[in-house]
C-alpha cells in the first residue's frame, strides 16, 4: 500500500510541473503590427518676372550673363518699363517680399521749373506706377505702409550706403499655391521707372560707371511658407498682414535663411529656377 502511494504522488507532482509549463508558455504569447504611412512634401517656389522688361523689342538679352538691358540710353525725365511681380510656382501658400537697389548718387537735383535744388544723396531713379506717380515710400506716423491705394505692397524698409538706396517691400496677403498649371502671382510692385532731373555735373557724375554696376536696379524675390506662421508671430490668424507682421516675418526668414536667390531667368516665363527653365 505504502508503495501505490508514492507512486500516486509522483504522478500528482508531474501534473502538477506540467501546468506550470504549459502557463509559463501562455504568458509570452505576443503580437504586432506594422502601419506605414506616406506624407508628400511641400515645395515653395516663386519666381520673379518682368514680362515688359523682358520685351525683345525694347531689350536686349546678354546670353552669357543672363542680364537684360535696355536699348535706349536714358536722359532726365527719360522712361523706362520695368514691372516687376511674383508667381507662385510651388504647391505652398507663400508670403511674398521683394528688394530692390536703385542707385543713389549726391547729385543736385533740378525741378520742373528748371530751378536746381540744394545738393543731397538722391535715387536717381523714380519707381512709378503706369499712370506715371510715384511709390509712396514714406509717410505720416500712422501710415499703413501702402505703396499706393489700389495696391497690396507695403514698404517695410529703407536703407542707403554705398551709392545704393536697398527697399524692402511685403505683400499684404499670401499667394495661393499652383493648382495644376494655373498659378496665382503678386501685383506688379511698379510698371516702369523714371530717371530724375539733375544739373550737367550731376549728370556726368552718375554717368561714368567707374564701380560696374553703378546704374543698375537689382530686384530680388523671397517666398516663404504661410502655414506656421503664428510661431513667429501670435498676432498672426490669417493669411493676410500687417505692417509689422510682415517685418516679423522678413527678420525672421532672415534670421533662418542661408541661400543666395539665384538669377532669375530674363524670359519673362513662368517655372523658371534660376537661369534654367524647369519642365
Known amino acids: 500500500m505504502a508503495k501505490k502511494k508514492k507512486i500516486a504522488a509522483a504522478v500528482t507532482t508531474c501534473a502538477l510541473l506540467g501546468a506550470l509549463a504549459l502557463g509559463g508558455t501562455m504568458a509570452y504569447l505576443t503580437d504586432s503590427e506594422k502601419q506605414t504611412n506616406e506624407f508628400t512634401f511641400g515645395t515653395v517656389q516663386v519666381d520673379l518676372v518682368e514680362a515688359k522688361f523682358a520685351d525683345t523689342s525694347s531689350t536686349d ?16 525725365y527719360a522712361t523706362a518699363p520695368k514691372d516687376p511681380k511674383v508667381v507662385n510656382t510651388g504647391t505652398e501658400s507663400a ?26 544723396n538722391t535715387d536717381i531713379y523714380q519707381m512709378q506706377f ?8 514714406t ?26 538706396t536697398t527697399y524692402v517691400f511685403g505683400y499684404s496677403s499670401a499667394v495661393a499655391g499652383a493648382n495644376g498649371s494655373t498659378y ?13 532731373n539733375m544739373t550737367d555735373e550731376s549728370y556726368k557724375l552718375v554717368t561714368v ?39 516679423n516675418i522678413w527678420t525672421a526668414y532672415n534670421n533662418n535663411t542661408t541661400t543666395t536667390a539665384p538669377e532669375a531667368n530674363t524670359s519673362g516665363k513662368y517655372k523658371l529656377n534660376g537661369t534654367d527653365m524647369v519642365d
Request: proline letters at 3%.
Open 130 to 137: 503706369s499712370d506715371g506717380t510715384a511709390l509712396k515710400l
Open 209 to 247: 560707371d567707374n564701380k560696374g554696376t553703378a546704374k543698375d536696379i537689382n530686384v530680388y524675390a523671397y517666398g516663404i511658407q504661410s502655414t506656421g506662421l503664428d510661431n513667429v508671430d501670435n498676432t498672426i490668424s490669417g493669411t493676410t498682414y500687417n505692417k509689422s507682421q510682415l517685418n
Open 184 to 196: 496665382s502671382s503678386t501685383d506688379t510692385l511698379f510698371d516702369k521707372i523714371q530717371f530724375v
Open 95 to 120: 508670403v511674398i517680399f521683394l528688394k530692390v537697389e536703385i542707385p543713389n548718387y549726391e547729385i543736385t537735383p533740378v525741378g520742373n521749373d528748371g530751378v536746381p535744388a540744394a545738393k543731397a
Open 139 to 164: 509717410g505720416e506716423s500712422n501710415w499703413d505702409g501702402k505703396t499706393g491705394s489700389e495696391k497690396n505692397w507695403i514698404v517695410l524698409s529703407s536703407s542707403t550706403q554705398n551709392n545704393k
Open 61 to 76: 538679352i546678354d546670353a552669357s550673363t543672363n542680364v537684360a538691358k535696355y536699348k535706349t540710353a536714358l536722359v532726365p
